[in-house]
């Protein structure tokens, strides 16, 4: 390879489920992104695919669901929404889709109740989440 520097992935989390690294619990996940780090590095990670899994942890079988309705379990996603490491890494839903897009809608409300709460400051006022307007998508 001429520009190794250049190669950067995309990390999707029904494919890293499917072969079989451990996204269960929070202790879990974490050791998964130590090991995507050690191996491939937190600089090469360009975007996360967000679904979850029809199919078991280890089946080696790509069959994403919807956010909470498969068997990746919520820890996965609140690392993901959470980790400071993360936060500027773009991050696609990539679940199914029917006409009107809803199901995005679901999903993304879903994500966005686990970003952790920053402390309220008396400098700033915080406003309540009103989930995001599909005309926003």
């Given at each position: 390879?001429?520009?190794?520097?250049?190669?950067?992935?995309?990390?999707?989390?029904?494919?890293?489920?499917?072969?079989?690294?451990?996204?269960?619990?929070?202790?879990?996940?974490?050791k998964t992104?130590?090991?995507?780090?050690?191996?491939?590095?937190?600089?090469?990670?360009?975007?996360?695919?967000?679904?979850?899994?029809?199919?078991?942890?280890?089946?080696?079988?790509?069959?994403?669901?919807?956010?909470?309705?498969?068997?990746?379990g919520l820890a996965?996603?609140?690392?993901?929404?959470?980790?400071?490491?993360?936060?500027?890494?773009?991050?696609?839903?990539?679940?199914?889709?029917?006409?009107?897009?809803?199901?995005?809608?679901?999903?993304?409300?879903?994500?966005?109740?686990?970003?952790?709460?920053?402390?309220?400051?008396?400098?700033?006022?915080?406003?309540?989440?009103?989930?995001?307007?599909?005309?926003?998508?």
């Amino acid at each position: 390879m001429r520009a190794p520097e250049r190669l950067c992935v995309c990390l999707d989390t029904a494919h890293i489920f499917a072969a079989g690294y451990d996204l269960a619990s929070d202790i879990a996940v974490k050791k998964t992104f130590r090991e995507f780090d050690r191996v491939i590095g937190r600089d090469r990670l360009a975007a996360i695919h967000l679904n979850d899994s029809k199919a078991a942890r280890g089946s080696h079988v790509d069959r994403h669901a919807h956010i909470r309705k498969g068997n990746i379990g919520l820890a996965a996603f609140r690392f993901i929404m959470n980790e400071p490491g993360l936060r500027k890494i773009p991050k696609v839903l990539e679940t199914p889709k029917g006409k009107e897009l809803k199901e995005d809608v679901v999903n993304l409300r879903t994500l966005r109740r686990l970003i952790a709460s920053p402390a309220p400051s008396s400098r700033v006022r915080q406003l309540p989440d009103r989930g995001i307007p599909l005309r926003n998508l």
